[in-house]
C-alpha cells in the first residue's frame, strides 16, 4: 500500500515570505515526483516534477527530494495570495501506467 | 493550448441509477484516467486505460464501475447502480506516452451528487 503523508494545515504565511510544504511518502520504489496545486473546486495543475535527488528551481518554486529519508518539499518563495490554494504530492514508481498516487494536500494560505 | 475536456460539469442522479461521466482527453494522449476526489477527501485512483484497456485499476473501481472508449476522441466512466457514497468530484486525466515523468493533465471534472 503506497502511503503519502503531508501536513493538511492550514499553513498560514504573510504575503512575500518562503512557504515550505512537506511530504513523506512509504513506497521506497518510487522514483519520481509530482507537486500538483488545487484551487477550491478545482482541477489539480502541475507545478513541478522532480526525480533526483537535491533541489529543482522553477521561478518562485524550488522542489528538494531526499529518497534515503522518503521525503520530498515544497518552497514558494516570495508567497503572493494567488499562491492560496492545496498543495498535493504525488509520487509515482515510474511503473505501470503511471497513475499518481496523492497525499492529502496541505492548505496554504497567504494572508496579505 | 489542448486541454481535456468533461461534460457535464455538474450531474445530478437517483440512488439506484446509472451514470455515464464523458472526457475528452488531449488529442495526441495514449494514457487516460478517473479519479475521485470525494468533499474534503484526497484525490483517489480509480482506473487507468491504455491501448483500448484497462491497465489498472485501484479497490474503488469494482463492477459497478466500467471505462469504455467508445470512438476515437471520448472517454466515459459509467456507475451502474449508484449509491450515496459516489457522491465526487471525478476528474478525467491523460498523458502521452513515453518518459515517466510526462505530466497527467485533468480536466475540469464532473460533480456527481447522489440523492
Known amino acids: 500500500q503506497k502511503e503519502v503523508e503531508q501536513n493538511s494545515g492550514p499553513l498560514s504565511v504573510p504575503e512575500g515570505a518562503i512557504a515550505s510544504l512537506n511530504c513523506t511518502y512509504s513506497d521506497r520504489g518510487s522514483q519520481s515526483f509530482f507537486w500538483y496545486r488545487q484551487y477550491s473546486g478545482k482541477s489539480p495543475e502541475l507545478i513541478m516534477f522532480?526525480?533526483?535527488?537535491g533541489d529543482k528551481e522553477d521561478g518562485r518554486f524550488t522542489a528538494q527530494l531526499n529518497k534515503a529519508s522518503q521525503y520530498v518539499s515544497l518552497l514558494i518563495r516570495d508567497s503572493q495570495p494567488s499562491d492560496s490554494a492545496t498543495y498535493l504530492c504525488?509520487?509515482?514508481?515510474?511503473?505501470?501506467?503511471?497513475?499518481?498516487?496523492f497525499g492529502k494536500g496541505t492548505k496554504l494560505s497567504v494572508i496579505p | 493550448e489542448p486541454e481535456v475536456t468533461q461534460t457535464p460539469s455538474h450531474q445530478v442522479t437517483q440512488m439506484g441509477q446509472e451514470v455515464i461521466l464523458r472526457c475528452v482527453p488531449i488529442s495526441n494522449h495514449l494514457y487516460f484516467y478517473w479519479y475521485r476526489q470525494i468533499l474534503g477527501q484526497k484525490v483517489e485512483f480509480l482506473v487507468s486505460f491504455y491501448n483500448n484497456e484497462i491497465s489498472e485499476k485501484s479497490e474503488i473501481f469494482d463492477d459497478q464501475f466500467s471505462v469504455e472508449r467508445p470512438d476515437g476522441s471520448n472517454f466515459t466512466l459509467k456507475i451502474r447502480s449508484t449509491k450515496l457514497e459516489d457522491s465526487a468530484m471525478y476528474f478525467c486525466?491523460?498523458?502521452?506516452?513515453?518518459?515517466?515523468?510526462?505530466?497527467?493533465?485533468f480536466g475540469p471534472g464532473t460533480r456527481l451528487t447522489v440523492l
Open positions: 522532480i526525480y533526483s535527488n
Open positions: 486525466a491523460s498523458r502521452m506516452e513515453g518518459l515517466p515523468y510526462n505530466e497527467q493533465f
Open positions: 504525488a509520487p509515482y514508481s515510474g511503473a505501470g501506467s503511471y497513475q499518481l498516487t
